[in-house]
């Protein structure tokens, strides 16, 4: 008898326009390079991971020389 295992699912996000605000600011920054990661997500009797594309921006401002956009929802650095 085989065991079935629990259903997994891939749901991309992408949230990496050419310019994003500062963090902190508010200062529009301008993209220098484009990441992906996956982050396990909640789901009921299923696996769901969420595919986030996401950007990391040069800084225009003094707060910081780089920063990275998350989509709402998801914290920064989540795995
Ligand atoms: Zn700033």
Do not use: N, W
């Amino acid at each position: 008898m085989e065991t079935i295992g629990p259903r997994v699912r891939t749901i991309p996000v992408r949230c990496a326009p050419s310019q994003a605000p500062c963090l902190d600011c508010g200062k529009l920054g301008r993209c220098k390079a484009i990441h992906h990661r996956r982050v396990r997500t909640l789901a009921c009797k299923r696996v769901v991971y969420l595919d986030v594309t996401y950007g990391e921006y040069r800084a225009r401002c003094r707060c910081c020389k780089t920063f990275r956009t998350t989509p709402l929802g998801v914290e920064l650095k989540a795995l």
